[in-house]
Antibody, heavy 119, light 106 residues
Framework: EVQLVESGGGLVQPGGSLRLSCVASGFTFSSYEMNWVRQAPGKGLEWVSYISNSGVTKYYADSVKGRFTISRDNAKNSLYLQMNSLRAEDTAVYFC????????????WGQGALVTVSS | DIQMTQSPSSLSATVGDRVTIICQASQDISNYLNWYQQKPGKAPELLMYDASNLKTGVPSRFSGSGSGTDFTFTISSLQPEDIATYYCQQYDNLPTFGGGTRVEIK
């Protein structure tokens, strides 16, 4: 069974940093592209970042470019999102999602991690 | 970026009704269009991919059609467990989502 479990969310002050993790199981992690998608309270879904299965290719939404960094450790079956210079508008539930340009869909999602940016 | 316009933003229907949601892309995305269902407090779940393919295990009352810029998602007979918000999403280029359609029971 495919499982994605996020962790690392919490309350952080504006301008602060936070690192999210997503641990994968039930599939060969190193074979799959991965993404982060977020959802602000009461709002819709917003794609945040993409990483290829090798970790070489990365893409970011304009709203986070230069502040967020996606990475992965295939030996640990783990995906990460380093979030710096956080703003109030980054407050959201962050989901990791499997999928990319090979299958053109987000087939599996984690349960989400809440990030709250507030003083 | 490709913009996805989804309508209506919400709808109220009776159990057994046929429900239709429209999604329009700002440019041709071929059939790289997916539909997700999200129930309150839960992660989204993929229902349909490549515009008209039902994910394994999803009830056949759900269907999708379209290509290019215009797409349709249909629930042929609305059930109480279908209460959720539905999102379209394109994956032709960097992925983007429609604004969502909240489906409620009348």
């Amino acid at each position: 069974e495919v499982q994605l479990v996020e962790s690392g969310g919490g309350l952080v002050q504006p301008g602060g940093s936070l690192r999210l993790s997503c641990v994968a199981s039930g599939f060969t992690f190193s074979s799959y592209e991965m993404n982060w998608v977020r959802q602000a309270p009461g709002k819709g879904l917003e794609w945040v970042s993409y990483i290829s299965n090798s970790g070489v290719t990365k893409y970011y939404a304009d709203s986070v470019k230069g502040r967020f960094t996606i990475s992965r450790d295939n030996a640990k079956n783990s995906l990460y999102l380093q979030m710096n210079s956080l703003r109030a508008e980054d407050t959201a539930v962050y989901f990791c999602a499997r999928g990319g340009y090979f299958d053109r869909r987000f087939g599996y999602w984690g349960q989400g991690a809440l990030v709250t940016v507030s003083s | 970026d490709i913009q996805m316009t989804q309508s209506p933003s919400s709808l109220s229907a009776t159990v057994g009704d046929r429900v239709t949601i429209i999604c329009q892309a700002s440019q041709d995305i071929s059939n790289y269009l997916n539909w997700y269902q999200q129930k309150p407090g839960k992660a989204p779940e993929l229902l349909m991919y490549d515009a008209s393919n039902l994910k394994t295990g999803v009830p056949s009352r759900f269907s999708g059609s379209g290509s290019g810029t215009d797409f349709t998602f249909t629930i042929s007979s609305l059930q109480p467990e279908d209460i959720a918000t539905y999102y379209c999403q394109q994956y032709d280029n960097l992925p983007t989502f429609g604004g969502g359609t909240r489906v409620e029971i009348k």
